[in-house]
């Protein structure tokens, strides 16, 4: 590893520039309206936790139900920005809970090719592989459909568990 002035002087010139300023900007408020549209059209079906900022890395917030939070669990709606696609995660209110669901998931469709839990969650469900961040009133009716969707098939998943 290089020393931290070496990253430090490169990550200065990039914000310098500004487009990273206005990406990551821009992003973020598209994942807080995200979050307003779903409070609006899905409140019957989810409460919604704040938005929270990973280290550039992911933008995401917390959505559950009273079911989800019986099992001590709940999901997340998250902009991976490494990949730069939306995913669903599935997560547990402690790492034994994780655990656990991970040992119950990890033959699903979700976890078939995984080795191992992954870092933060019990499984994740690409939305939106490629999201169109040119069309952002599309993106967002793709993003709430896909979202009802997978989050549907999980929680089904769950339940047969039981």
Do not use: C
Request: charged share 30%.
């Amino acid at each position: 590893m290089k020393n931290l002035n070496h990253y430090v002087a490169i990550y200065k010139e990039q914000l310098d520039k500004g487009d990273i300023l206005i990406a990551y900007d821009q992003l973020v408020k598209f994942v807080m309206k995200l979050r307003a549209d779903f409070i609006k059209n899905l409140s019957k079906q989810y409460s919604f936790t704040g938005i929270l900022h990973g280290y550039m890395d992911y933008t995401y917030f917390y959505y559950s139900n009273d079911f989800l939070k019986s099992r001590k669990l709940k999901l997340g709606l998250v902009l991976n920005h490494l990949e730069m696609r939306f995913e669903i995660w599935l997560l547990g209110n402690t790492k034994s809970i994780q655990k656990e669901y991970w040992n119950l998931l990890k033959e699903s469709k979700w976890n078939k090719n995984r080795e191992e839990m992954p870092r933060y969650s019990v499984l994740e469900a690409i939305i939106e592989k490629d999201p169109d961040f040119d069309n952002l009133s599309s993106l967002a009716e793709k993003v709430e459909k896909r979202l009802i969707e997978e989050s549907d098939e999980i929680i089904d998943k769950i339940k047969k568990l039981n």
